[in-house]
């Protein structure tokens, strides 16, 4: 089973600012997601394909990277983008997620 | 519009079963794969299982060690989770999703149900 790693546990920042969530899995991953969560709701798909946003998902959002490695990058970040991030493999037979980012206010 | 609802939640003793259900509407269900994930309170995500269009592939997560069972019924637009021999780390927020024709991970989720197991 792919094990994916997910740093740092919480990231405390302002809005207005860059953040920058990492992903590592620990083989080679051939499609990578990242998803959003809000207290109280269910998740909701932000990017796939490491890079490709979802329908309707700001361009303030974006992802990078490939094999083992995996970045997503919200450039300037809004209020209602504090929430928990989580990044998932979906390249095998067994989708597994990482443990989440949270993102909260500083 | 896309919906996903699921029912069929509650408490239930350790060692017992329950059958989960997701009603489809507003996409042709049948052409989907979809999923079930659950999420234990103030936990992350964990995938449960997967079954594609026709139930021709089915995939579970391997630490359910043979206890669930997913299924569908395309002319009912449903999908369902059958649960077995329930312990108190099956206690979560059991989500349907269904599984992109583009993106091939989750696109769509419903709320969630509340699956508590306890004595």
């Known amino acids: 089973e792919i094990v994916l790693t997910q740093s740092p546990g919480t990231l405390s920042l302002s809005p207005g600012e860059r953040a920058t969530l990492s992903c590592r899995a620990s083989?080679?991953?051939?499609?990578l997601a990242w998803y959003q969560q809000k207290p109280g709701q269910a998740p909701r798909l932000l990017i796939y394909?490491?890079?490709r946003r979802a329908t309707g998902i700001p361009d303030r959002f974006s992802g990078s990277g490939s094999g083992t490695d995996f970045t997503l990058t919200i450039s300037r970040l809004e209020p209602e983008d504090f929430a928990v991030y989580y990044c998932?493999?979906?390249?095998?037979?067994?989708?597994?997620f990482g443990p989440g980012t949270k993102v909260d206010i500083k | 519009e896309v919906q996903l609802v699921e029912s069929g939640g509650g408490l239930v003793q350790p060692g017992g079963s329950l059958r989960l259900s997701c009603a489809a509407s507003?996409?042709?269900?049948?052409?989907?794969?979809m999923n079930w994930v659950r999420q234990a309170p103030g936990k992350g995500l964990e995938w449960v299982s997967y079954i594609s269009t026709r139930s021709v592939n089915i995939y579970y997560a391997d630490s359910l060690k043979g206890r669930f069972t997913i299924s569908r019924d395309d002319a009912k637009n449903s999908l369902y989770l059958q649960m077995n021999s329930l312990t108190d780390e099956d206690t979560a927020l059991y989500y349907c999703?269904?599984?992109?024709?583009?993106?091939?991970?989750?696109?769509?989720w419903g709320q969630g149900i509340l699956v508590t197991v306890s004595s």
């Open positions: 083989q080679s991953v051939s499609s």
């Open positions: 998932q493999q979906y390249g095998s037979s067994r989708f597994t």
């Open positions: 507003g996409f042709s269900f049948s052409s989907y794969s």
């Open positions: 394909g490491a890079s």
């Open positions: 999703a269904r599984t992109g024709y583009s993106s091939g991970c989750f696109d769509r």
